[in-house]
C-alpha cells in the first residue's frame, strides 16, 4: 500500500472553477508536506511546503491545508485556468528529509 | 540563473546496452536525488548524493544501476545491461547545502526536465 494517497485520480473541470485535491499518508513520523505541479512532460514544480506545525500554506490561487492528526491535506485551486491542466502531486518527507514518497498525482484538465 | 539540466532528454537502448544520464544541478547546490517514474505511477526516490558522496542508496536497485556525483562535472545514473522494465523517465532534482537544522528533506528541491528512456 503507498504510504501517500491521492484522490480523486482525475478531474475535469470548467474554467473558472474552484476545485479541491485530497491527500492521505501514512508516513509517520514526517518532517514535511509538499505539493507539487508537474505538466505534461515536465519535471515537477514546487507549490507549497508545509511543516507539521502549519496548518495552511498559500501561493497565489493555490491554497494548501494540513491536519497532521489526520494526516491529511488537501490542495485548493480558485477560479481555475487553462494552464492549471497539469498532474499535482502530494509529496511527504520523512522526519529526517532525507527521501521523498511521491503520491501518484491527481491529473487535473480543466476545460474552456 | 539556469535551472537543473538534465541530458540527454529522450534516450533509446536496445536491451542489453549501457545507458547514462547526466544532471547538472543549479548554481550553488550541493545535493543532487534520482528519481524513477514508470507510466502512470508516481515518482520513487531512488538516491540521494553530494559531491563524491553517496548518501542515501537504498531505492537504487541492488545489481546494474550506480549512481556518481563527482567533484567537477554532473552526476551521471549508469543504468547497466538495460531490460525493458528500465524504460521510465528519470528525474534529477538539486537543493541548496542545508543549515545546521533539518536534513536535505526540509529544503525545496528543484526538479530537471527528466530523460525519458526507452528500452526496445
Known amino acids: 500500500k503507498n504510504q501517500v494517497e491521492q484522490s480523486p485520480q482525475s478531474l475535469i473541470i470548467l474554467e473558472g472553477k474552484n476545485c479541491t485535491l485530497q491527500c492521505n499518508y501514512t508516513v509517520s513520523p514526517f518532517s514535511n508536506l509538499r505539493w507539487y505541479k508537474q505538466d505534461t512532460g515536465r519535471g515537477p514544480v514546487s507549490l507549497t511546503i508545509m511543516t507539521f506545525s502549519e496548518n495552511t500554506k498559500s501561493n497565489g490561487r493555490y491554497t494548501a491545508t494540513l491536519d497532521a492528526d489526520t494526516k491529511q491535506s488537501s490542495l485548493h485551486i480558485t477560479a481555475s485556468q487553462l494552464s492549471d491542466s497539469a498532474s499535482y502531486i502530494c509529496v511527504v518527507s520523512d522526519l529526517y528529509g532525507n527521501k521523498l514518497v511521491f503520491g501518484a498525482g491527481t491529473i487535473l484538465r480543466v476545460k474552456s | 540563473n539556469a535551472g537543473v539540466m538534465q541530458n540527454p532528454r529522450h534516450l533509446v537502448r536496445r536491451r542489453g546496452q549501457e545507458a547514462r544520464l547526466r544532471c547538472s544541478p543549479m548554481?550553488?547546490?550541493?545535493?543532487v536525488y534520482w528519481y524513477r517514474q514508470l507510466p502512470e505511477e508516481g515518482l520513487k526516490f531512488m538516491v540521494y548524493l553530494q559531491k563524491e558522496n553517496i548518501i542515501d542508496e537504498s531505492g537504487m536497485p541492488k545489481e546494474r544501476f550506480s549512481a556518481e556525483f563527482p567533484k567537477e562535472g554532473p552526476s551521471i545514473l549508469r543504468i547497466q545491461q538495460v531490460v525493458r522494465g528500465d524504460s521510465a523517465a528519470y528525474f534529477c532534482?538539486?537543493?541548496?547545502?542545508?543549515?545546521?537544522?533539518?536534513?536535505?528533506?526540509?529544503?525545496?528541491?528543484?526538479f530537471g526536465p527528466g530523460t525519458r528512456l526507452t528500452v526496445l
Open positions: 548554481k550553488g547546490h550541493s545535493h
Open positions: 532534482a538539486s537543493s541548496r547545502p542545508q543549515g545546521l537544522a533539518g536534513g536535505p528533506g526540509t529544503d525545496t528541491q528543484y
